[in-house]
C-alpha cells in the first residue's frame, strides 16, 4: 500500500486510524459521506481534522438516500435513538442497512481517480455482532471486489477488523489524537448524551484502555 484513501467519519476509531495513515506517509485524502444521518457533529469534526493535518477532504452529499434506510434510529426523520447499553433490540434499531457497502463503493471511485490504491475504514470487532457490514467475512468479500474493480487492484486495509474499541484508543493514545476532537454520540446535542449505546460503548472503552477520557458527557 502505497496511497490510501480513508472513509473517514469524524468518530473515534476512523480518527485513530486518520492519524496511523498520516503518520505512516500513506494517506492520500479522505471521504465524508451525509446519508442523511441525524445529525452532521461527525463531519464537521472530520473536515477540522482534516484540515489541521492538511489532508484533502472531500464531503459526499447523499442525503437523499434517507428513504432507502427503512427505519433505522439512525437516519433523520426516524424514531429516537435509544438510551441503553448495544442490546438485541437496541443494536437492530441502530442499523443502516447496507452502509459500509455504499461508502466503499464511493470511496473506491475516489481512490481510483485520486490514483490511490487503496481504501481504508475503521470497521473493529466491537462492531461484528451489532453491524453485518463490519464483520470480517464481509471486509474480506469486499477486498476481493475492490481488487477487479478497476483496471488497476484496490486494497481494502481494515486494520482495526480484529481490534476492541479500547484497543483502539490505546493506539491512538501513542499517536497523540486529541479525542477532544472526535464525535460519537448519535444524537448530536451541543455535547455527548453519555447514554445512547455508542456513547456507552465509548465510556467504557476508555475505562478499558486506562486513558484519561476527555469527552464531555451530558449525562456525567
Not at 99 to 122: E, H, P, T
Request: proline share 4%; net charge negative; glycine share 8%.
Amino acid at each position: 500500500m502505497k496511497r490510501a484513501l480513508l472513509i473517514y467519519s469524524g468518530g473515534l476509531d476512523s480518527t485513530v486510524l486518520l492519524h496511523r495513515l498520516h503518520a505512516d506517509g500513506v494517506l492520500c485524502g479522505a471521504v465524508s459521506v451525509d446519508y442523511s444521518q441525524k445529525h452532521a457533529k461527525e463531519l464537521c469534526f472530520a473536515r477540522k481534522n482534516c484540515e489541521k493535518l492538511g489532508v484533502d477532504f472531500l464531503r459526499v452529499d447523499l442525503s437523499s438516500l434517507g428513504g432507502i434506510f427503512g427505519d433505522s434510529s439512525l437516519i433523520s426523520g426516524n424514531g429516537a435513538v435509544p438510551a441503553s447499553a448495544y442490546e438485541d433490540g437496541v443494536m437492530r434499531s441502530t442499523v443502516v442497512p447496507n452502509r459500509n457497502m455504499i461508502l466503499l463503493s464511493i470511496a473506491a471511485a475516489r481512490a481510483i481517480s485520486l490514483g490511490c490504491d487503496a481504501v481504508a475504514y475503521a470497521a473493529h470487532s466491537g462492531d461484528h455482532a451489532i453491524y453485518p457490514d463490519c464483520r470480517p467475512e464481509f471486509v474480506r468479500a469486499m477486498a476481493e471486489a475492490l481488487k477487479i474493480c478497476d483496471y488497476n487492484p484496490i486494497e481494502l486495509y481494515a486494520p482495526f477488523v480484529n481490534l476492541s474499541k479500547a484497543q483502539i484508543i490505546a493506539e491512538g493514545a501513542k499517536l497523540g489524537v486529541d479525542f477532544s476532537q472526535t464525535w460519537s454520540c448519535y444524537r448530536g446535542g451541543d455535547v455527548h448524551c453519555g447514554v445512547c449505546p455508542t456513547c456507552v460503548e465509548r465510556r467504557q472503552a476508555f475505562i478499558s484502555a486506562g486513558v484519561e477520557d476527555p469527552t464531555v458527557y451530558m449525562d456525567s
